[in-house]
Every structure is written in C-alpha cells, then in structure tokens.
C-alpha cells in the first residue's frame, strides 16, 4: 500500500515538473512580458501638499486601527467586568473616549481631503 502511494506520487511529481518545462518555451518567447500596460503607472510627479496629504492621510487611517482596537479593548473589558462597577465604568470611559476619538479622526480624515482637493484639486 505505501509502495503504491510513493509510486503515485512520483509519477505527479514528473508530471508537474514535465508542465513547468514545456511551458518555459512559451514565456522565453514572449518578448514584451505584458509590460506595456503598466509603463506608466509608476509614481507621478505631485506637488508637496498632495504628498503632505496623503502622508496625514495615512497617519489618520492608521490611528483609526488603533482606535478599533481601542474600542474593542473596551468591549472585551465590559463583557469580563464579572459586575464589578470598577470594572465596569472603566470600560465604559475607554468605550466612549474611544468612540469620541474616532469622530474627531473621521473629521480631521473629511477635512484633509476636502483641503487637498480644494487647493490641489487631485
């Protein structure tokens, strides 16, 4: 039985290989690889407040990660408070400092872009 299991498998492994040789021929001979199409989506030039922009933008995005953890911080803490009141209002403080930080991430992210856009327009 394992002598017909190995056998098998070596004769699969020969098969794929054998693929990957014939198909070799094919890409050796293509001579423009399909780059033709991405020969232009490289980085553009953009002025500094379209790259500042973007760079606050990104720092928004990723303290918006951190408040979701934030937030799911504080509803693991509520859900293992076990009815201590302590526990309990502690959670709630990080729960709404959470949701309040992410309103005002919400609005810095809407007002970032409506500024780039208004004096950049890109």
Do not use: H, P
């Amino acid at each position: 039985m394992i002598k017909r299991v190995s056998q098998a498998i070596v004769c699969l492994l020969v098969l794929t290989l054998g693929l990957f040789v014939l198909v070799g021929d094919n890409v050796a001979s293509a001579t423009d690889f399909g780059l033709s199409y991405v020969k232009d989506s490289g980085v553009v030039t953009s002025s500094w407040g379209v790259v500042v922009g973007r760079i606050i933008q990104a720092v928004l995005g990723l303290v918006g990660v951190l408040l979701l953890v934030m937030m799911i911080y504080g509803g693991i803490l509520y859900m293992t408070s076990a009815g201590s009141e302590e526990r309990i209002g502690s959670a709630k403080k990080v729960l709404s400092y959470s949701i309040f930080g992410a309103i005002i991430i919400a609005l810095a992210f809407t007002l970032t872009s409506y500024i780039i856009n208004a004096l950049f327009g890109k």
